[in-house]
């Protein structure tokens, strides 16, 4: 079965600085996919950014970058020169092809509070 | 562009009354998921549709129906709420070709009394 796991629930990061979540998760197939997700106070569910797990160069969105790392089955999100626009929680998640059928798994979260 | 259309967006019940949520999209997505958020234990999936016509269990089904009624339409019923099913639901759409985003709807708040 499919999981994916943030063992940190609450992370803080001053203004301006760098901070990484982190996440494992763990799957039998080959193919899959991972994001991270982003819900603010509004509750609204947010793209942040995407890995195919084909694809060896972390991606990278801006300020947000991802650490890859397939065999270790780690997809941490760097976020860097925080902005207090980026306080929300922060998911990840893992899209796969399982037993014929599709299913896309939720960790349970990092809030993420930036300090002014 | 509506995108994905949740209704009720706010419920009140009591314990053993039932109810649907609704749920369309607008995107022609072929998959159609539902999720609860709770405190502390992010999203968890309730049931999915891969495909009008088909559905599955996901990590927490217990005490929930669905249904995919057509290609735009995937509704959630609770036949006997419980107060454990005090949540905030979300349902969300993925195309086939997509870069597997998920869209989702804003949610709907249920209180089980």
């Known amino acids: 079965a499919q999981t994916v796991t943030q063992s940190q629930p609450e992370m803080s990061v001053q203004e301006a600085e760098t901070v990484t979540l982190s996440c494992t998760y763990d799957?039998?197939?080959?193919?899959?996919?991972l994001f991270w997700y982003k819900q603010p106070p509004s509750r609204q569910m947010i793209l942040v950014i995407r890995q195919e797990a084909y694809k060896q160069q972390n991606a990278t969105e801006n300020r947000f970058s991802v650490n890859f790392q397939k065999a270790a089955k780690s997809f941490s999100l760097k976020i860097s020169d925080s902005q207090l626009g980026d306080a929300a929680m922060y998911f990840c998640a893992l899209w796969d092809y399982t037993s014929g059928t599709y299913k896309y798994i939720f960790g349970t979260g990092t809030r993420l509070k930036v300090l002014a | 562009n509506a995108g994905v259309t949740q209704t009720p967006k706010f419920q009140v019940l009591k314990t053993g009354q039932s109810m649907t949520l609704q749920c369309a999209q607008d995107?022609?997505?072929?998959?159609m998921y539902w999720y609860r958020q709770d405190p502390g234990m992010g999203l968890r999936l309730i049931y999915y549709s891969a495909s009008e016509g088909t559905t599955d269990k996901g990590e927490v089904p217990n005490g929930y129906n669905v249904s995919r009624l057509n290609k735009r339409e995937f509704s959630l019923r609770l036949e006997s709420a419980a107060p454990s099913q005090t949540s905030v639901y979300f349902c969300a759409s993925i195309g086939w070709l997509a870069v597997r985003e998920l869209f989702f709807g804003e949610g709907s708040r249920l209180t089980v009394l």
């Open positions: 995107m022609n997505h072929n998959s």
């Open positions: 799957t039998s197939e080959s193919d899959y996919y």
